[in-house]
């Protein structure tokens, strides 16, 4: 049976979501899972489907593409293929770790090729996947001391220091308080506070050895949130959960650190 990419797609502009969505239909490659009109929608259902690939619109009100990557927690990111009218957004979109991008208008041919690099791309994640269980594995077992604490417990306190981020020719000192999550994407981290993300050149070991460990932990390989933010905790399969930090972010937590959770609820 050949492989079907489950498949989100993200336009603000109805005509050009129709559009796409029936171009893509007609591809045996790929299973549309959802469609969505803005950034918002589209990370909402990234978290509940699940999809291999995602065909994202760059430029869109509220939320551009580029933000949506950004938000999106990088355990549960799907292959992006960016959509967009002007060709200057290419090299932003790679800079994004895209597999492609597209130019309005859509040509069939061209989204043949992206869905094309799409599916070599799955099949190459899929092969590396067992290595991955067997690497995070490890890394869980490593972790263990850090990942699950008693509620019974002192523990230490950090001072409450804030974080320095160099962006561009701007320096942001944002206060740890105010630090909702924060996601790993290679050798850099995610920020995400008061609505924004900032980007920093550091590994998510180093930023925790920074944090205050009773507001910060660890809730996936590559996730790490601040326990005051989560608002609602919503069980999800196979032992997993999501959680609902501030009004919009949604993050998961992973069987390996469920019981990080379980001592949160334990102890409210």
């Known amino acids: 049976m050949p492989t079907k990419l489950r498949t989100v797609v993200v336009d603000d502009e109805p005509l050009a979501l129709k559009l796409m969505l029936s171009k893509l239909s007609k591809m045996p490659e790929v299973e549309i899972v959802a469609s969505c009109k803005n950034g918002r ?14 065909f994202l619109d760059i430029q869109m009100p509220g939320l551009t593409g580029l933000e949506v990557v950004k938000q999106l927690q990088n355990d549960v990111q799907p292959l992006i293929v960016f959509a967009t009218a002007f060709e200057q957004y290419a090299l932003d979109a790679f800079d994004a770790h ?10 069939d ?33 490593s972790d263990e001391k850090t990942v699950v604490w008693s509620t019974n417990e002192s523990q230490p306190s950090k ?6 981020i160099k962006d561009r020719d701007e320096i ?10 924060i996601d790993a994407a290679g050798d850099y981290i995610c920020v995400h506070a008061k609505g924004e993300t900032h980007v ?41 959960f999501f959680l609902m930090l501030g009004e919009f972010d949604k993050v998961k937590v992973s069987r390996n650190y469920k019981d990080v959770i379980k001592s949160y609820l334990a102890s409210s």
């Open 41 to 54: 929608e589209a990370i909402d259902a990234v978290m509940e489907y699940a999809p291999d690939l995602m």
């Open 109 to 141: 041919e061209r989204i043949k090729v992206s869905v094309e690099r799409a599916l070599q791309r799955h099949l190459i994640q899929q092969q590396m996947k067992t290595k991955q269980q067997v690497i995070g594995a490890i890394e869980s077992i």
């Open 98 to 107: 895209a597999v492609d991008y597209v130019v309005k208008p859509i040509d």
């Open 200 to 240: 920093k050149r550091s590994t998510l070991k180093e930023m925790l050895n920074e944090l205050d460990e009773s507001l910060f932990k660890r809730i996936h390989r590559s996730t790490i949130v601040n326990l005051s933010y989560i608002r609602k905790v919503i069980p999800h399969t196979k032992g997993e």
């Open 159 to 164: 001072e409450l220091k804030k974080i320095v």
């Open 172 to 181: 942001h000192i944002i206060a740890q308080a105010d630090i909702q999550w």
